[in-house]
């Protein structure tokens, strides 16, 4: 029997050392669910946010197989895990992702010095009530807002940054998730207006904002694409880890 575990205090050793942000979401009751097979004494927890789930201490096949519906992004904490994901899905694709360090010490002078660089015709909004509705006009942009379950939730704690132009969101920085300290970055642009340096814009806006605010603007990248322009922002690499694609 799988249950949702409300006391998350319950786990905090199982993910102890895993610096995730999305983790932190669960763990602090700010996003996601925490599902465990027992609530008194858990040794096994599967966190779940968004589309990711990250799996930690004993490996466990109900935990595993019962997925939630859709894509899932399964993390695993070990190799151990990893083969259990793969057992119970084989058609899964193993990916390597790249974590980004979470002490960046960023140049601001640089940050608007970006934000200047945006090109005429386009234009620099946050993310409000009328923005969000956007957002979900196009896939490349629904993730910006999609995590946070509601625009009344997205608006009080999300955070995002879009770049418009002819009243369309062509690209855009927000956060995908939201935990205490601060967001995890989702950052994308519309097929026909890339390489435009129109993420680098409205990343160096959002960071600010972040700063701005005390939040920490977090960055887990996707491919090496994804860390060059975290590089680029002041970020650092810090080192790879496998995931799966489960759909």
């Known amino acids: 029997m799988i249950y949702e575990i409300e006391d998350t205090s319950k786990v905090k050793e199982l993910y102890d050392g895993w610096q995730e942000t999305l983790i932190f979401s669960c763990m602090q009751n700010v996003m996601g669910k925490i599902y465990v097979t027992d609530l008194e004494q858990p040794k096994s927890a599967f966190a779940f946010v968004g589309c990711f789930g990250f799996y930690a201490g004993e490996p466990n096949r109900e935990l595993v197989f019962n997925k939630p519906d859709g894509f899932v992004i399964m993390v695993p904490q070990n190799e151990k895990w990893a083969a259990l994901i793969e057992e119970c899905y084989p058609s899964s694709k193993r990916v390597t992702r790249y974590a980004i360090k979470k002490d960046t010490t960023f140049d601001v002078k640089m940050l608007r010095k970006e934000i200047n660089k945006l090109p005429d015709g386009y234009e620099l909004k946050k993310i409000d009530a009328g923005i969000y509705d956007q957002c979900f006009e196009n896939p490349a942009t629904e993730d910006f807002v999609s995590a946070f379950g509601s625009k009344e939730k997205y608006l009080q704690i999300g955070r995002?940054?879009?770049?418009?132009?002819?009243?369309?969101?062509?690209?855009?920085?927000?956060?995908?998730?939201?935990?205490?300290?601060?967001?995890?970055?989702?950052v994308d642009t519309v097929e026909p207006e890339r390489r435009k340096h129109l993420a680098t814009i409205a990343c160096a806006a959002l960071i600010l904002n972040c700063l701005d605010e005390g939040l920490y603007p977090s960055w887990d990248?996707?491919?090496?694409?994804?860390?060059?322009?975290?590089?680029k922002l002041g970020y650092e690499f810090d080192h790879e880890y496998i995931a799966y694609e489960v759909v």
Do not use: D, P, W
């Open 221 to 231: 990248a996707q491919n090496m694409n994804s860390v060059h322009l975290a590089e």
């Open 160 to 186: 995002g940054m879009v770049i418009t132009k002819n009243g369309t969101i062509v690209s855009g920085a927000s956060s995908y998730t939201r935990y205490n300290e601060g967001i995890e970055i989702e």
